[in-house]
T-cell receptor, first 115, second 114 residues
């Protein structure tokens, strides 16, 4: 079991470009969560998805950010027209079921730098 | 407001010494409390998870305590090793919720020196 796989590990984008971050959950996990971590800050929830469904996107900015978890393939966090403030570490976690009773497994994150 | 506060913000100790990290929370309704270890450049890794009825839980040299009445938790590290240098994050889970259920503290950065 390879764990939660995120790629790329590091991503550099110029202002105005698009960033695509990928997350493959652990085998058997159908729940995916995205978090953002700014320097010196705690992880902040962005979005919770199950296969083909967005369950909770209350933590995601309403503009430029979108997420999907298709029937086949990894979950994608997409940031359009990136700005310097989007520079952060983005972590994905997966779980087999409801998070209140089961611990998450985190990926190693994608560090996005906007120049 | 649901919050998790950790102290100290950072800590430096000598190898072999013990240390205790603190976590205070104001999260309701409470489901469980977790401690994670996050190495630099890596994702958080779970150390312990405690429900309302559990007062203490150990994982090797790590021992977590929970006082649900005062809404406080601590993580005690015994006989520290250089590999313990990391950020330790307290996370409180809210009951009956999914996506936004986990409230993260900012972490305590521990540096163990030889």
């Amino acid at each position: 079991n390879a764990g939660v796989m995120q790629n790329p590990r590091h991503l550099v984008r110029r202002r105005g470009q698009e960033a695509r971050l990928r997350c493959s959950p652990m085998k058997g996990h159908s729940h995916v969560y995205w978090y953002r971590q700014l320097p010196e800050e705690g992880l902040k929830f962005m979005v919770y998805l199950q296969k083909e469904n967005i369950i909770d996107e209350s933590g995601m900015p309403k503009e430029r950010f979108s997420a999907e978890f298709p029937k086949e393939g990894p979950s994608i966090l997409r940031i359009q027209q990136v700005v310097r403030g989007d520079s952060a570490a983005y972590f994905c976690a997966s779980s087999p079921r409801d998070t209140t009773n089961y611990g998450y497994t985190f990926g190693s994150g994608t560090r996005l730098t906007v120049v | 407001k649901n919050q998790v506060e950790q102290s100290p913000q950072s800590l430096i100790i000598l190898e072999g010494k013990n240390c205790t990290l603190q976590c205070n929370y104001t999260v309701s309704p409470f489901s469980n409390l977790r401690w994670y270890k996050q190495d630099t450049g890596r994702g958080p890794v779970s150390l312990t998870i405690m429900t309302f009825s559990e007062n203490t839980k150990s994982n090797g040299r790590y021992t977590a305590t929970l006082d649900a009445d005062t809404k406080q938790s601590s993580l005690h590290i015994t006989a520290s090793q250089l590999s313990d240098s990391a950020s330790y994050i307290c996370v409180v889970s809210m009951a009956n919720q999914a996506g936004t259920a986990l409230i993260f503290g900012k972490g305590t950065t521990l540096s163990v020196s030889s």
